[in-house]
T-cell receptor, first 114, second 115 residues
Framework: GESVGLHLPTLSVQEGDNSIINCAYSNSASDYFIWYKQESGKGPQFIIDIRSNMDKRQGQRVTVLLNKTVKHLSLQIAATPPGDSAVYFCAENIIGTGGFKTIFGAGTRLFVKA | DSGVTQTPKHLITATGQRVTLRCSPRSGDLSVYWYQQSLDQGLQFLIQYYNGEERAKGNILERFSAQQFPDLHSELNLSSLELGDSALYFC??????????????FGSGTQLSVL
């Protein structure tokens, strides 16, 4: 099952360093993956997405890598500022009858020290 | 601001009671999703509606129900509330509810406390 809050994995980095957040997904049939950022008191916010026919996608300061062989996603954040401190979730879209479900991973808490 | 509006922001009630959470999706979005976020269970998908029809179902309890109205707003009804239902409930919306290319836009959530 998934778990967040008190048991969240935590990554602590210095301001200006690069951050790498990892995620393992569960369904080999998933073909669309998204990273979300959740700041305290707010809902998750889209960061970047990637389809299964790609292994890398770059955005502004962020890069997502997808390794389908081992069902692994990573989010790389360049020159991380304190404002990036938040919980980061990977999510996979699983297609079911009549619709799809976006299933979230457990989340990783990122602390950026000034 | 995501454009998704949820009310109320906070709700405090007692066990056994029933509450209704409301969500207005982004302008133009036809699909609405409900998620529950608790400390020990993370973000759990509850249910999805598309243009008034139920599209997908997750781990939604029988005590919970939802609907999407013709104006596309949605309500999540929680009844016979238990202490364990205390959580943050998020609504999200997307344009079509199609896989492979749709990200979700989340509201700020309703914090439900069952005492």
């Amino acid at each position: 099952g998934e778990s967040v809050g008190l048991h969240l994995p935590t990554l602590s980095v210095q301001e200006g360093d690069n951050s790498i957040i990892n995620c393992a997904y569960s369904n080999s049939a998933s073909d669309y993956f998204i990273w979300y950022k959740q700041e305290s008191g707010k809902g998750p916010q889209f960061i970047i997405d990637i389809r299964s026919n790609m292994d890398k996608r770059q955005g502004q300061r962020v890069t997502v890598l997808l390794n389908k062989t081992v069902k692994h996603l990573s989010l790389q954040i360049a020159a991380t500022p304190p404002g990036d401190s938040a919980v980061y979730f990977c999510a996979e879209n699983i297609i079911g009858t009549g619709g799809f479900k976006t299933i979230f991973g457990a989340g990783t808490r990122l602390f950026v020290k000034a | 601001d995501s454009g998704v509006t949820q009310t109320p922001k906070h709700l405090i009630t007692a066990t056994g009671q029933r509450v209704t959470l409301r969500c207005s999706p982004r302008s133009g979005d036809l699909s609405v999703y409900w998620y529950q976020q608790s400390l020990d269970q993370g973000l759990q998908f509850l249910i999805q509606y598309y243009n008034g029809e139920e599209r997908a179902k997750g781990n939604i309890l029988e005590r919970f129900s939802a609907q999407q109205f013709p104006d596309l707003h949605s309500e999540l009804n929680l009844s016979s509330l238990e202490l364990g239902d205390s959580a943050l409930y998020f609504c999200a919306s997307s344009v079509l509810g199609q896989p492979n290319n749709e990200k979700l836009f989340f509201g700020s959530g309703t914090q439900l406390s069952v005492l």
